[in-house]
């Protein structure tokens, strides 16, 4: 039974950048040698989120867009704002509701996901930025 | 210290059918003999969803669905839809929002859970679907 | 490799307090003596949440209470009303969005956080609170 902390990071677009990872992860698992346990991939930052969606251009582009503009618009005067004249009171509350990091079961070396199932990073503040994205395996 | 990966199937009714999983999670932390750790909850796939609730009808039956068509109705005409000829757009984006795992501490070969919090699947597809659903739990 | 299950309790407000519970995790985890691992971080009820955020006045006294009054307001008349004579409907929708857990890597006997990120607890029930928080600790 071991643990392996490794990282990678990205360049994410502002405003809603949805970034398929899956590809990395899984590497970042296989370089571990842990066969079977959990992977936790986390960013760290309170403008960032990590779940899962089935990665085609509809949903990534438009659809999930749409719907967080919908629930929680950049545009609104947020109380955020007032406190540090930051602009990002969205990308905030967008975090706080996906959460920044989601848990896989790993078996054989990697993640088990659905076969449309992938892992996602979503950059949800409004300028660009370098994101440091862990993944936390832990297992025999 | 020890990690042992452990599954069930469940039939799953379309359009937010949500199944109390509970007893079978607990059970399932029973047979891999862990005492003290930590149990993941997965669901594999893009369109079904895990998380908790108090188990009663009022919940599970009526306020859970009619919160998750107000934010993401069914009918709308999602560009997933377009991609595919698909129409579970909305069934992606409510799996999105809610996440695909849950993870909980194991104290005495038992999730920790409040005297009123059930462990909950839900299924937000368009269709029936038979669903794995993975415990993973590690511990001593 | 070990695990630690630890826990501590605290005092909510009704009607969406958020506390700050960052300095109390990490005490946990230096108490564990582990020193690189993950923590899930885990309130029992189905009427609290975990999450993160920048905590600062304008967004956890302000902008979180707005936008979840906004997509579930506690006045509503849910169906969960009904079935015990309750009033805490809408407390229960919020902890079944937000979710009752987060897991975090641990590095160095701290969890791995942003600079402005702060572990939070969501005080979703119509009554005052106290509530155990789980910190379970999984590493070497």
């Known amino acids: 039974m071991t643990v ?10 502002p405003y809603c950048d949805v970034i ?37 251009p509809g949903l990534v582009k438009t659809d999930i867009e749409t719907f ?4 929680i618009p950049y545009k609104e005067d947020y109380a955020h704002h007032k406190t540090w004249g930051d602009h990002n009171g969205a990308g905030h ?12 079961p790993v ?3 990697k993640a088990i996901l659905g076969t449309w199932q ?3 990073y979503i950059e949800n503040d409004e300028k660009s930025r370098t994101r440091t994205i862990y993944c936390t395996i832990i297992g025999e």
Chains 1, 2, 3 share one sequence.
């Open 4 to 13: 392996d902390i490794r990282s990678f990071t990205l360049r994410a677009d």
């Open 20 to 56: 398929n990872i899956t590809d990395e992860v899984q590497s970042q698992i296989k370089k571990s040698e842990i066969k079977n346990g959990l992977v936790n991939v986390h960013v760290s930052g309170s403008t960032g989120a990590i779940s899962t969606t089935e990665y085609e």
């Open 68 to 71: 967080l503009e919908k629930i």
């Open 93 to 104: 509350l967008r975090s706080f509701l996906l959460g920044t990091s989601e848990t896989f």
């Open 107 to 109: 078996q054989n070396g």
């Open 118 to 120: 992938q892992i996602i």
